[in-house]
């Protein structure tokens, strides 16, 4: 059973700072790996979708890794803003077109 | 291109009533998925429909849920009666094709059942 494991659970930094947010799968038999942010009340914005043939992707300040022999993605986010305040989501997708999320992490940027 | 939506946004109703969530997927997106959280527990899935065909329902809970997608464009999601761990915020996705693909989300309909 795939289990999605995402570390630290809450972040609270000051503006500016660059961060690592982790995100750990038990099963490396993926298609693809997709992390979302969420602001409270709202839906899931997509920020990366990682092929399992790829290794990262980026978008802007965003950069995301995915090491599938580990079981491990990284979502570095540079030069932090309080707009990036929300839940960090991942989830990965197997043989089944289900997407299996972590439980996120709730990221705060202070000024 | 207009989203994914999804109506009511928010639904509160007492235990053992029906309430029937829709939503509709980014026009010519054969998939659509249907989602939920409950509280302090992560999203996990419920269905996937391929245009009006079922194609993985494992992770509907009971048989008080009832899914459909009629015609392959809108889908509904009934719960019929309601009860009080049915709480929760329910997301709908779609997406192009398979694989391959993003999945991209709606806002949710937060259902409250007391």
């Known amino acids: 059973k795939q289990e999605v494991t995402q570390i630290p659970a809450a972040l609270s930094v000051p503006e500016g700072e660059n961060l690592v947010l982790n995100c750990s799968f038990t099963d490396s038999a993926i298609y693809n790996l997709q992390w979302f942010r969420q602001d409270p009340g709202k839906g899931l914005t997509s920020l990366l979708l990682?092929?399992?043939?790829?290794r990262e992707q980026t978008s802007g300040r965003l950069n995301a890794s995915l090491d599938k022999s580990s079981g491990r993605s990284t979502l570095y986010i540079a030069a932090s803003q309080p707009g990036d305040s929300a839940t960090y989501l991942c989830a990965v997708r197997r043989g089944t077109d289900k997407l299996i999320f972590g439980t996120g992490t709730r990221l705060q940027v202070f000024p | 291109e207009a989203g994914v939506t999804q109506f009511p946004s928010h639904s509160v109703i007492e235990k053992g009533q029906t309430v029937t969530l829709r939503c509709d997927p980014i026009s010519g997106h054969d998939n659509l998925y249907w989602y939920r959280r409950v509280m302090g527990k992560e999203i996990k899935f419920l269905l996937h429909?391929?245009?009006?065909?079922?194609?993985?329902e494992s992770g509907m809970p009971n048989n008080r849920f009832l899914a459909e997608r009629t015609g392959g464009t809108y889908s509904t999601l009934k719960v019929q009666p309601a009860e009080l761990e049915d709480s929760g915020v329910y997301f709908c996705?779609?997406?192009?094709?398979?694989?391959?693909?993003?999945?991209?989300f709606g806002p949710g309909t937060r259902l409250l059942v007391l």
């Open positions: 996705a779609s997406s192009l094709n398979r694989a391959q693909e993003t999945q991209y």
């Open positions: 990682i092929q399992s043939s790829q």
């Open positions: 429909f391929v245009k009006e065909s079922k194609q993985d």
